[in-house]
C-alpha cells in the first residue's frame, strides 16, 4: 500500500518477531533481501556551526520489508553480524555511500557534503582484507579517501587485533576514523592511547540533558576538553532541540547531528541550516 505523507511508519521490533516466533527467520530474510534490493541507504546531516553548513552526512541503512514494512537496523544488523552476512551487505553499503557522495560532488560542487560517515560492524573489521574492500570502493566512486570516515564502535576494537591492523591501514589510506557512542562503553578514554582516532561521536545520552546543570552536561563538557586536548573533532549525536543545541555550542562542540538538523533520509536537503545557534 503505498505511504500517506505524515502517515506514522510501523516499525518492526524485535519484541513483535518473538511474539510471532518468527525470529529465525529473519537471518535468511536478510539473504533475500539482498538479493531483490530492499535494502537503501539513507542520510543524515552533521552541521558545523556556527555557520549551519552540512560539512558531512552519515549513511544509515534501512530495510524496507514488503511484508514487515520498515525494520529498525537495530534489530537486524545484530542478526546480521550473528550470521556474516554484516559482510556483504556493510560492503554494499560502503560502496552505495561513496558513489553517493562522488555523485554530489560532481552536481553540486562546493555545496556538497565533505565527507560521507559509514558505520562499521566488529565483524567486517575483523576481516583480514577490510582497507582493500574500502580501497577498492573508494577506486569505484572517484570518491578521495579524504571524504571518507568509518564509524566503529568501542567494542569493536576493545580486543586490539586485526581490527585496530585495519584502522592503520585505513589511515594511511586517508580515510578517517570515527569512534562512534563514545563514552557509553567500558574503556573509553584507554582506547584513545591505543587506538587511531580522528573522531569522537559524543553519545546522545549526554545530549539529552545536556540543557540542565548536572552529570550529564559535565561529562558532556569533559568529553569535548578530551577531543579538542587530543586533537580530535568531536560530533555531538542525537541533538533534538535548539536548547541543547545552544548548550553544546556553549560547551566547544562544532559539530552536531540530530532531528533538530534532519533526520536520515535518501535526499537531504544541504542548504544552509535556518536552526542556527544564537550564541545567547
Ligand atoms: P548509530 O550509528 O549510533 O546511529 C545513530 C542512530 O540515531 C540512527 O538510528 C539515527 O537515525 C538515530 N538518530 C539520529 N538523530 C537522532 C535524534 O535526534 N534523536 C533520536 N532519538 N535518534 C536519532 P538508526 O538509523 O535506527 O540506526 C540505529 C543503529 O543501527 C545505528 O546507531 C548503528 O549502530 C546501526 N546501523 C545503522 N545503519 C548501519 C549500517 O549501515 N551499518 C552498520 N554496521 N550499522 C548500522
Ligand atoms: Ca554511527
Ligand atoms: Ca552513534
Ligand atoms: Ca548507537
Redesign the pocket.
Known amino acids: 500500500a503505498a505511504k500517506q505523507t505524515g502517515e506514522p511508519v510501523r516499525r518492526w521490533t524485535p519484541a513483535l518477531d518473538e511474539r510471532a516466533g518468527e525470529f529465525v527467520s529473519l537471518g535468511a530474510e536478510i539473504r533475500t533481501a539482498i538479493d531483490s534490493e530492499q535494502f537503501r541507504?539513507?542520510y543524515?546531516p552533521i552541521v558545523e556551526l556556527p555557520s549551519g553548513r552540512v560539512a558531512a552526512v552519515?549513511?544509515?541503512?534501512?530495510w524496507e520489508h514488503p511484508a514487515r514494512g520498515l525494520v529498525?537496523?537495530?534489530a537486524f544488523?545484530p542478526v546480521a553480524?550473528r550470521n556474516g552476512l554484516?559482510v556483504e551487505?556493510?560492503e554494499w553499503?560502503l560502496r552505495t555511500a561513496c558513489h553517493r557522495l562522488a555523485g554530489w560532488r560532481a552536481e553540486l560542487g562546493d555545496r556538497a557534503p565533505d565527507k560521507v560517515s559509514?558505520?562499521?560492524?566488529a565483524r567486517?573489521l575483523a576481516r583480514p582484507h577490510f582497507a582493500a574492500t574500502v580501497a577498492a570502493a573508494l577506486a569505484d566512486s572517484g570518491l578521495p579517501a579524504s571524504c571518507l570516515a568509518v564509524?566503529v564502535?568501542e567494542t569493536a576494537v576493545f580486543e586490539g587485533g586485526q581490527a585496530v591492523v585495519a584502522l592503520h591501514e585505513l589511515r594511511a589510506l586517508g580515510v578517517r576514523i570515527a569512534l562512534?557512542?563514545f563514552g557509553t562503553g567500558h574503556s573509553s578514554l584507554g582506547l584513545l592511547q591505543t587506538v587511531p582516532v580522528d573522531i569522537l561521536?559524543v553519545?546522545?545520552s549526554f545530549v539529552d540533558n545536556v540543557t540542565e546543570a548536572g552529570r550529564h552536561t559535565v561529562i558532556a563538557e569533559a568529553l569535548h576538553q578530551v577531543s579538542s586536548g587530543l586533537g580530535l573533532a568531536a560530533v555531538a549525536?542525537?541533538?533534538?532541540t535548539a536548547a541543547q543545541a545552544e548548550a553544546l555550542y556553549r560547551l566547544g562542540y562544532r559539530l552536531l547531528?540530530?532531528?533538530?538538523y534532519g533526520?536520515?533520509v535518501a535526499d537531504p536537503d544541504f542548504a544552509l541550516s535556518a536552526a542556527i545557534v544564537t550564541t545567547a
Open positions: 541507504v539513507v543524515q552519515e549513511a544509515l541503512v534501512r529498525s537496523p537495530a544488523i553480524e554484516i551487505l556493510g553499503i559509514v558505520n562499521v560492524s567486517q564509524e564502535t562512534d557512542d561521536k553519545d546522545k549525536e542525537g541533538v533534538e547531528q540530530g532531528y533538530h533526520r536520515p
